[in-house]
């Protein structure tokens, strides 16, 4: 079975700072790699996903995660945060060829200005 | 822009009464998840759906939740009888193999059972 760990249960920056959220799965097969984001009050929405290809994965708002294979990890970041990114984040799994996803605890991230 | 929807929004009610939430997922969305999230658990899935069919309820209480899809644009979910720990936000979410495993959420249902 898969899992997913995410290190940082909080994370507080100041705004403009560099961040850097961590996230390590486990899965004995190959899998596929998600990081979406849920502001207050609302629904979970897909900031970007590794499913092949480059281990470099940019998505929206900025973000932007790399596919560590050896270190099983899919660590998301983002060089200049805005008072806007506040939210949750969470790191989700699955396995080539299936739709059901493991989610993370999630990481609720602080921005100060 | 195709969206989720949920309904209700938010739903409080006594315990021992029967709840229903509602879904419509994204028209062309072929698998339709059910999820449960509150402070303890986090985000758990309760339930997923098929071209219809229910491939996965591991999740769920079966004593007191059923869900079911009676047609392409609709999911339910169902709890009776409710109890207080039933409370927390039960989000649907939509997808397909099209959309690269992308599961696109609803707003949820905010659910207190007191």
């Known amino acids: 079975a898969q899992s997913v760990t995410q290190l940082d249960s909080q994370v507080p920056v100041f705004e403009e700072a560099p961040v850097e959220l961590r996230c390590n799965y486990s899965s004995s097969v190959s899998v596929y790699l998600f990081w979406y984001v849920q502001y207050p009050n609302q629904g979970l929405q897909l900031l970007l996903k590794?499913?092949?290809?480059?281990?470099l994965v940019k998505g929206i708002n900025g973000f932007e995660a790399e596919f560590n294979k050896s270190q099983t990890s899919f660590h998301l970041r983002k060089p200049s945060v805005h008072i806007s990114d506040t939210a949750e984040y969470f790191c989700a799994v699955t396995i080539q060829g299936a739709q059901k996803l493991v989610f993370g605890q999630g990481t609720r991230l602080t921005i100060n200005p | 822009d195709a969206r989720v929807t949920q309904t209700p929004r938010h739903k409080v009610t006594e315990m021992g009464q029967e709840v229903t939430m509602r879904c419509q997922p994204i028209l062309g969305h072929n698998t339709v998840f059910w999820y449960r999230q509150t402070m303890m658990q986090g985000l758990e899935l309760l339930a997923y759906?098929?071209?219809?069919?229910?491939?996965?309820d591991s999740g769920m209480p079966k004593d007191r939740f059923s869900a079911e899809m009676p047609d392409a644009t609709l999911a339910t979910l169902k709890i009776q009888p409710s109890e207080p720990r039933d409370s927390a936000v039960y989000f649907c979410a939509s997808g397909s193999i099209g959309t690269a495993y992308e599961q696109y959420f609803g707003p949820g249902t905010r659910l207190t059972v007191t």
């Open positions: 759906f098929r071209n219809r069919a229910p491939l996965d």
């Open positions: 590794y499913l092949s290809g480059s281990t």
